[in-house]
Structure formats: C-alpha cells, structure tokens
C-alpha cells in the first residue's frame, strides 16, 4: 500500500520564480496538508485542503496556493520565490477525524533551495 | 489556541540508558498528543499519540509517553537507547474546534554516544 508520495525530491530555484509541488495522498486518504520545515524548525502549517477547497490556511502570506484535484492529489504552489522559502516542504494525508485515531501520514518531503 | 513546547533542544545519551524528552502543552480542552520522528532527509514517523483513552501510551521502537494533566506534560521515554534511535523528534498537539491541524513543537535532537 503505497504511502504519501511527493515530487520532486529535491528542487533549485532562483529568486523570483515560481514553483510547483506535488503531492499523492495515501490510498483511502481524502484530505492533505501542506507544512513547511524549516532549517532547525518543526514543521508549521501552510493550508488544507478537502474536497477540492482550501478548508483552512495558517499563516502565509498569499504567494503560497494550492490546488486539490479530484483524485485527493494536490500542488503547492509558491510565487515570487524569497530566500527564506528555502526549506522542506512536507505534505500530510488523512481521513475522516484524525482525533478518532486515523491520524496523519506524512511524505518525505520536497527540498527546495532558494538561491 | 493549543500549543506545545519542547525543552531542550539537544539531548545526548550513551548507549543503553534512559531516554527522557520533554514535551508540555497548552490547551484550554482535553488535548490530542503525537510524538513524531524524524530521520535526516526525511519525513515525519508517528511514534505514538494519545487520544484521552490510557494516559500512558505504548509506541512503535520501544519508547512509549505518559499524559499528565497536573503538569501538562506528554514526556517521551525509552528505557534503552539504541544507536538507531539517532534523530529529531517533535511533540505535536492537534487543534480542535472546526478543522483540525497539527501544530508542532521545535524539536528535540537526540543524539546516542557508544
């Protein structure tokens, strides 16, 4: 049963650009999660998504967006590349309540490097 | 709004001894708790979480936490550390009220001496 998947691993990018990442949901999974880890920090929350909408979204600023597909497939998208977006972007699944015990998968992560 | 915090950054232990990382929360309900870990260049591995069923709660490796509500605290232990157990760790509260999300804290390095 094939986990999270994410793509691409690993990611170059120079000030300015535009980026896309991708991320598979567990089988059964209906609900992902995008968190951004950076250098030394714990993973914080950027948006999820649920039924093809963005249920709720922390705190970042609008450069970052997203898409779910109606297969639970998402993309991050982040526009106007800065320096400081240079971290691990880990994408979560899950279903139904996470509180009734299904809880979150998580994927490997994108690296990408701002330069 | 919920919260945890994790004291001590780093942790070093030798080989065989006791692992203790802390981990205490903050939340006007009763919480749900995680433990994750997380290998270099890598995702995020549910240890355990607690779900307001047992407070001592049994993960996967060998480590297991206790919820203590008196002192908020949802602590982390392994009786033996293996060299394997190399990694970062974060404690993690779920939000409640309407969606739900992970807020995590910042981590704790564990480091294993031989």
């Known amino acids: 049963d094939a986990g999270v998947t994410q793509s691409p691993t690993h990611l170059i990018k120079t000030r300015g650009q535009q980026v896309t990442l991708r991320c598979s949901p567990k089988?059964?999974?209906?609900?992902v999660s995008w968190y951004q880890q950076a250098l030394g920090q714990g993973p914080q929350f950027i948006f999820q998504y649920y039924e093809e909408e963005e249920r709720q979204r922390g705190n970042f600023p609008d450069r970052f967006s997203g898409h779910q597909f109606p297969n639970y497939s998402s993309e991050l998208n982040v526009n106007a590349l800065l320096l400081g977006d240079s971290a691990l972007y880990l994408c979560?699944?899950?279903?139904?309540?996470?509180?009734?015990?299904?809880?979150?998968?998580f994927g490997s992560g994108t690296r990408l490097t701002v330069v | 709004a919920q919260s945890v915090t994790q004291l001590g950054s780093h942790v070093s232990v030798s080989e065989g001894a006791l692992v203790l990382l802390r981990c205490n929360y903050s939340?006007?309900?009763?919480?749900?708790l995680f433990w994750y870990v997380q290998y270099p260049n890598q995702g995020l591995q549910l240890l355990l979480k607690?779900?307001?069923?047992?407070?001592l709660v049994k993960g996967i490796n060998g480590f297991e936490a206790e919820f203590k509500k008196s002192e908020t605290s949802f602590h982390l232990t392994k009786p033996s550390a293996h060299m394997s157990d190399a990694a970062e760790y974060f404690c993690?509260?779920?939000?409640?009220?309407?969606?739900?999300?992970?807020?995590f804290g910042k981590g704790t390095k564990l480091t294993v001496n031989p």
């Open positions: 607690y779900t307001s069923a047992a407070t």
């Open positions: 979560a699944s899950s279903f139904g309540d996470a509180r009734g015990g299904y809880g979150y998968t």
């Open positions: 939340s006007s309900v009763p919480p749900y």
């Open positions: 089988s059964g999974h209906d609900t």
């Open positions: 993690a509260v779920l939000t409640q009220g309407g969606s739900e999300k992970l807020v």
